[in-house]
């Protein structure tokens, strides 16, 4: 299976403030998912991104991916309160059939208003 | 995004009852649904696999007689967990792949108490 380690394991920052979190994984991949979870709530898919990207982006979200390296990177820039939650990276190698997806401790982010 | 359902979100049951939680996935195909557990503050614990139209795979230390998991759709899983008991008071979680994609979408949650 393929598990992803977030880190770091906890980030507090203020409102307006750049917030990145980084997943660092162990094999080949091709491809690698972000989400978010809120306290009590089950988890939003934020972004996927293949192992042929180097870079994705989704509104304030941004994601790199260094296969070499074998890690990811999430950016959340111009943060807002609603972002505190906890974040889990999802790498993933589907090969036709299917692979569990098992998930690390996450990165709780904790935006100060 | 596409959208699981799971339900229902909370049970409250007495020990040594069975519950029966769904998983949906509404406006897509799943391929193979995932079940997880959730202890408070912490990550989510893998329980089974699950494809459609087979044999769940289970996590080593999940007993398969006790979280009866059947996959009889490519949009539908359920997990039933069998003669509760408190300690498997907990949050459960379900996923879906989305077939061709492979994005993995998660449902809601639901939160068992067994008293």
């Known amino acids: 299976s393929q598990q992803g380690e977030e880190d770091p394991q906890a980030l507090s920052i203020q409102e307006g403030e750049n917030a990145t979190m980084n997943c660092s994984y162990k094999?080949?991949?091709?491809?690698l998912q972000w989400y978010r979870q809120n306290s009590g709530r089950g988890l939003v898919h934020l972004i996927l991104?293949?192992?042929?990207?180097r870079e994705k982006h989704s509104g304030r979200l941004r994601v790199t991916l260094d296969t070499s390296k074998k890690s990811s990177s999430l950016l959340i820039t111009a943060s807002r309160a609603a972002d505190t939650a906890s974040y889990f990276c999802?790498?993933?190698?589907?090969?036709?059939?299917?692979?569990?997806?098992?998930f690390g401790t996450g990165t709780k982010l904790q935006v100060i208003p | 995004g596409a959208v699981v359902s799971q339900h229902p979100s909370r049970v409250i049951c007495k020990s040594g009852t069975s519950v029966k939680i769904e998983c949906r996935s509404l406006?897509?195909?799943?391929?193979?649904m995932f079940w997880y557990r959730q202890f408070p503050k912490q990550s989510l614990m893998l329980m089974a696999t699950?494809?459609?139209?087979?044999?769940?795979?289970?996590e080593q230390g999940v007993e398969k007689d006790k979280f009866l998991i059947n996959h009889a759709s490519l949009t539908l899983s359920t997990l039933t967990v069998t003669s509760a008991h408190p300690e498997d008071s907990s949050f459960y979680i379900c996923?879906?792949?989305?077939?061709?994609?492979?994005?993995?979408?998660f449902g809601e949650g639901s939160r068992l108490t067994v008293l």
């Open positions: 996923s879906a792949r989305r077939q061709y994609t492979g994005e993995l979408f």
């Open positions: 094999t080949s991949i091709n491809n």
């Open positions: 991104i293949r192992s042929n990207e």
């Open positions: 999802a790498p993933a190698l589907d090969s036709g059939g299917y692979q569990k997806v098992t």
């Open positions: 406006d897509f195909q799943a391929t193979t």
């Open positions: 699950s494809n459609e139209g087979s044999k769940a795979t289970y």
